[in-house]
């Protein structure tokens, strides 16, 4: 019978949490916007091949020639040809690497081409021809992706150059030649057959991190406001068990937080093209479990918090560290030797990992043992710590 009070009551007080939810049009818009632009904002941090369109780059050609041959234009021409069919570039022209320099400091290019005044006669006299890739070191990420589609444009380039000097000069056929200036040549293939993106590494942290934040940040301000307006008063001395009004909390934000989640795989798999490889029951499993890691730390911030600012401040500092640690947005194996200790002692990184292995890899429940393991233990001795000193503070 009093299991039976303690779940109706718990029902009835998350009924009436998300009834008050619902009541907030604005609250509604951003439980579907708050998705949608996590995943539509940082998923296009990291530019891809693809995500580079009509980025601004200078070209200074200082090729003086060699026997009335300019090697260095015809580099330019054939960039510029390259260019128009894949519009990757918003090509322009300097004089040289002062005005490179001076155009992307003033943020009018992104990057620049430098042809050295000795191209030609270098080739010609059988020297490689160096051209120098001038990046903008305040955006590092497009940079980097810059550098690395210039320099293979320009490997590609270079390639076919000297299959066709080959061709002219000794007779070699073209079908020869390559294999001649080119011996060896790498194939990339992925462990699943589908095309990796950023989205398909991002969206499995999104979802974990949601349901983190739907805990951590809902779970305090729910108990917080209601003691700073005076409605936790009414409900502590209401026929309630005190564990029934603590359950009713979790419960509404565990809703919250699982609607969001789902909205976030709809959006990665519908708008965003991210493949399921795993089971949709184990990823909901792990969700669930993952609620189960976070409550108890949501109850000890409620504990601790006697008004809402408080709470907010002791949500913000632990959630950042996590949300930056634990592997969400950027690699942990990128990160400081140090950086990752403290990653690995994180439970979101757990969550998270276990999400990405389930979704992208297709992962069963034997192979993601581990961090089910240690979201099972951190969740049953963080509650173990956090509902006797919610009792405690209930009786303040």
Partial sequence: MNIKKVIVDSAWIAWKDL?????????????????????????????????????????????????????????VMGLNEINNKTGMMKISYCKNFKDIKNKIEEGKINGGIIIPSDFSSSIMNGRQGNITIVTDPSIPQLSMQLEAVLSKIIDEMGTNAAMHRLNMTYNVSLNYSLAMVKPYHATVKTIINTKSNYFQFVAPGVMAMTIMTALMTGLPHAISYERDVGTLD???????????????????????????????????????????????LLVVFLLLLEVFSFVGLGI???????????????????????????????????????????????????????????????AGISIISTEVIIMLIFGAVMLSIAVPIFKEAMRK
């Fill in 300 to 362: 000890l911030i409620t504990s601790f918090a006697d008004r809402e600012e408080t709470a907010s401040m002791m949500m913000m500092t632990l959630m950042f560290p996590m949300m930056f640690l634990s592997g969400v947005f950027f690699p942990i194996q990128q990160m400081p030797w140090y950086m990752q200790y403290i990653a690995y002692a994180l439970p979101l990184t757990y969550a998270t990992t276990a999400l990405r292995k389930a979704m992208i890899f297709g």
């Fill in 19 to 75: 009834l008050e939810f619902s009541r907030s049009r604005m609250r509604l818009f951003m439980l579907i916007l708050m998705p949608l632009f996590m995943m539509g904002m940082v998923g296009f941090v990291f530019p891809s091949s693809s995500s580079i369109n009509d980025v601004p780059v200078a070209i200074a050609n200082l090729d003086t020639g060699w026997n009335n041959i300019t090697m260095g234009n015809m580099f």
């Fill in 234 to 280: 009414g409900i502590l001395v209401a026929p309630v068990r005190r564990w029934a009004i603590i359950t009713g909390k979790v419960l509404s934000q565990t809703t919250r937080g699982m609607i969001q989640a789902f909205i976030v795989l709809l959006l990665a798999i519908f708008l965003f093209g991210v493949t399921i490889h795993g089971n949709i």
